[in-house]
């Protein structure tokens, strides 16, 4: 059996076992990481944040780490609203953990709910001691975070996902991070890409993550993502894994186009808001 047989197997299994358990229904609420529009936003800020409304897209995850495309925190927050838009979320670098009080004065400000780290600061050839001493620096930030109602998390890239002396370090940091004070957030593109079928690390994982990045890819160990439905990524099965869709957060991202930038994310949306789980 091939990999591509075997997602779509266990995608098969969980539909099924879910069949004539309850009416189907559509997603609420749709998101966006702002990466996939960076370009956009570089040039012209208001107008990518009104397009995003436009489009459908009830929520947007920020881009901390580009300093908001040089919109203030108060006025991002201003953006947003005037939009309709939230802004559950943040990716910054861990540089942000130095300077913590700014970042969750910051993320107040906007209305985050997580300061989500999208990457560690790591040696040329990192060992797995290194995630293990970021883990406890996740946690000791988690703590403080938490005493002003936000989450740390973290998101992990293909990187963080390959064996280091046959040990995933990726898997060694969550299991270290503390889960009442640190949360997850699982790119299910960045996932496939290190070769592991998002569906495994649910189940290996699952209660963990409470943010999803929704990316799709053409094959697992790919290089490159894919428009989503396009690829191999079971969605349907995955969100059904995901179980508690309304305590959870869902941002597409999609980081290579066909067309344009918008044109892609517009058809993200589309097949997001034509799921029925």
């Known amino acids: ?27 609420d609420r749709i998101g966006i990481q702002l990466y996939s529009l960076r370009e956009d936003a570089r040039r012209d800020l208001d107008a990518t944040i009104a397009g995003i ?22 006025r991002m927050r201003d953006l947003l609203d005037a939009n309709g838009l939230r802004a559950p979320s943040t990716h910054v670098g861990s540089s942000a953990l130095d300077d913590l009080e700014r970042t969750l004065d910051d993320a107040a400000t906007i209305g985050h709910e997580y300061v ?20 406890d620096r996740f946690n000791e930030a988690g703590r403080r975070a938490r005493e002003r109602g936000i989450w740390i998390a973290f998101h992990n890239h ?50 963990r993550y409470t943010m999803f990045h929704i990316k799709d890819v053409p094959q697992l160990g790919a290089t490159r993502d894919a428009e989503l439905g396009t690829g191999i990524i079971d969605f349907p099965a995955l969100l059904t894994a995901i179980g508690d869709l309304d305590g959870k957060h869902l941002f597409v ?15 993200d949306y589309d097949y997001m808001r034509r799921l029925e789980l």
């Not at 091939?2 to 779509?8: K, L, N, Q, S």
């Not at 409304?53 to 108060?74: C, Q, R």
């Open 158 to 207: 293909a990187g963080d996902q390959r064996p280091i002396d046959g040990v995933i370090p990726y898997d060694v940091f969550v299991q270290q991070t503390d889960p009442d004070v640190v949360r997850h957030q699982l790119d299910t593109g960045n996932c496939a890409m290190a070769g592991h079928g998002p569906l495994t690390y649910m189940q290996r994982f699952g209660s």
């Open 116 to 135: 989500t780290v999208a990457s560690l600061t790591l040696p040329e050839r990192p060992a797995v001691d290194d995630y293990r001493r970021w883990a």
């Open 1 to 27: 059996m091939d990999r591509r047989t075997f997602i779509a197997g266990m995608g098969a299994l969980i539909a099924c076992g879910r069949a004539g358990s309850a009416a189907p229904r559509r997603l």
């Open 253 to 267: 991202e999609q980081e290579t186009y066909p067309g344009t930038p918008f044109e892609s994310v517009r058809r």
């Open 53 to 74: 409304a436009e489009i459908g897209y009830t929520d947007v995850e920020l881009l901390g780490s580009f300093g908001n495309f040089g919109a203030a925190p108060a």
